[in-house]
């Protein structure tokens, strides 16, 4: 064959080839466009279970992290309130009694809030607070009893009025003074659970990187899904 006629061929057979994709370009593009939208459909619905789940979980860790915040912050406000319910009379130079217990009660029961909800934490700086208080409650039991406060088996504080009014003024100090007592400790103990709460509350609604960088497992396909978007 000479190099024309072997040109003509090679011509006819682009030509053959060009007529036969005209004919089924538009199926082409059908199926390509198909494939766009069926892609992006499923890219548009793993963005969206991933805002479902995402909102569900921040919206119960922020509840949490909230709750505890409230929790550390009443302990605080009852320590706060023991001072001026301790503080005696100026004219009779005695403590009302009945001022006393109400202001040793609540304080108890925002203890026990916090303990609960430090102990069912999922935070480990919270779990780890929760038990240095646990040691410390129980290290000053002897000195709980002495004014009417029994640590239980769950951990949680009860208070017995008559043995309340029973104890001296000097014992009842040494549990709910303002200064250097196991009040104001507790005080301190829950200030530091705030800060906690805080923290996780900030890391919770701006976790999209692990701490080496990478994208977070849970958002990784929604974000891609995202991106998918993005280039059509």
């Known amino acids: 064959m000479s190099d024309m006629s072997l040109f003509y061929s090679s011509m006819s057979n682009v030509l053959n080839q060009w007529s036969d994709f005209r004919v089924a370009k538009p199926l082409y593009k059908y199926y390509f466009a198909q494939q766009k939208a069926d892609a992006k459909t499923s890219a548009e619905e793993a963005v ?3 805002q479902k789940t995402e909102t569900k979980s921040s919206a ?3 509840s949490a992290n909230d709750k505890l915040k409230t929790y550390a912050d009443n302990v605080k406000t009852a320590a706060a309130g023991l001072e001026s319910a301790f503080k005696a009379d100026s004219k009779t130079g005695e403590v009302d009694t009945e001022k006393a217990f109400s202001a040793a009660e609540s304080f108890v029961n925002s203890y026990n809030e916090l303990y609960s909800s430090t102990r069912n934490s999922g935070n480990a700086s919270v779990s780890g607070k929760n038990q240095f208080i646990a040691n410390m409650t129980n290290a000053y039991s002897n ?3 002495k004014v009417g406060v029994t640590v239980n088996s ?3 504080l009860s208070i017995d ?3 309340f009014s029973e104890a001296s003024d000097e014992e009842r100090e040494e549990i709910f003074g303002k200064k250097n007592s196991y009040a104001s400790f507790m005080s301190e103990q829950a200030n530091a659970v705030s800060a ?3 923290t996780a509350a900030y890391l919770e609604a701006n976790k999209t ?3 080496t960088g990478t994208v977070a497992s849970t958002n990784s396909t929604a974000i891609s899904g995202a ?3 993005q280039l059509f």
Do not use: E
Request: net charge positive; glycine share 4%; proline share 0%.
């Open 161 to 163: 009025k008559d043995k």
């Open 209 to 211: 990187y692990t701490n």
């Open 196 to 198: 906690y709460a805080q």
């Open 48 to 50: 969206s279970k991933f």
């Open 227 to 229: 991106l998918f978007n």
């Open 154 to 156: 769950d951990g949680k």
């Open 60 to 62: 119960y860790s922020a």
């Open 143 to 145: 000195k709980l009893a």
